[in-house]
Antibody, heavy 117, light 105 residues
Framework: QVQLKESGPGLVQPSQTLSLTCTVS????????VHWVRQPPGKGLEWVGA???????DYNSALKSRLSISRDTSKSQVFLKMNSLQTEDTAIYFC???????????WGQGVMVTVSS | DTVLTQSPALAVSPGERVTISCRAS??????MHWYQQKPGQQPKLLIY???NLESGVPARFSGSGSGTDFTLTIDPVEADDTATYFC????????FGGGTKLELK
């Protein structure tokens, strides 16, 4: 069945770089697009960016200068790298597979990232 | 960016009908989707393409609208529907509404 699982450090220091991995199973990254969505504690959802099935990427314009999304199709993994982290980047980071009409069909459990010294 | 506006909270009694609204700052055609999120869980897709019910979601949930005004309806509401509901558009990049917290009286 379709599964997505996020992994990465729980704590990152301010100004440092965040690296997250989304490991997927049950589907191919070359046939499906994967997005990152984040949610600060107690707040709403924010789209971070996407890597499309063809390998191209799109980013939230507010984060674009700090963000990179890539993938390793042989390992069924999608990577998120965000630099110059600030406390406002503290959030649960979810990876999600795109569904019909551009919806987010399947979601990982999320990984909590805290930016603090 | 396309801004989606939702009412922050609603309170209804079990068995009643509830409508949750989402207004877009510009037309998103039918590129609107609805999610349910319970505390400590990931969001769950309920409705895609404004009015299509996701597989496995009870028929008590329905969606309508196009352009800038959209509605998620739950009829009848059950105790288990206590959650926060988010709209999301996919017509102009991707944005989410701020969420509507549904509480049961």
């Amino acid at each position: 069945q379709v599964q997505l699982k996020e992994s990465g450090p729980g704590l990152v220091q301010p100004s440092q770089t965040l690296s997250l991995t989304c490991t997927v199973s049950g589907f191919s990254l070359t046939s499906n697009s994967v997005h990152w969505v984040r949610q600060p504690p107690g707040k709403g959802l924010e789209w971070v960016g996407a890597i499309w099935s063809g390998g191209s990427t799109d980013y939230n314009s507010a984060l674009k200068s700090r963000l990179s999304i890539s993938r390793d199709t042989s390992k069924s993994q999608v990577f998120l790298k965000m630099n110059s982290l600030q406390t406002e980047d503290t959030a649960i980071y979810f990876c999600t597979r795109q569904g019909p009409y551009g919806s987010f069909h399947y979601w990982g459990q999320g990984v909590m990232v805290t930016v603090s010294s | 960016d396309t801004v989606l506006t939702q009412s922050p909270a609603l309170a209804v009694s079990p068995g009643e009908r509830v409508t949750i609204s989402c207004r877009a700052s510009e037309s998103v055609s039918t590129g609107m989707h609805w999610y349910q999120q319970k505390p400590g869980q990931q969001p769950k897709l309920l409705i895609y393409g404004a009015s299509n019910l996701e597989s496995g979601v009870p028929a008590r949930f329905s969606g309508s609208g196009s352009g800038t005004d959209f509605t998620l309806t739950i009829d009848p509401v059950e105790a288990d529907d206590t959650a926060t509901y988010f709209c999301q558009q996919s017509w102009n990049d991707r944005t989410f509404g701020g969420g509507t917290k549904l509480e049961l009286k």
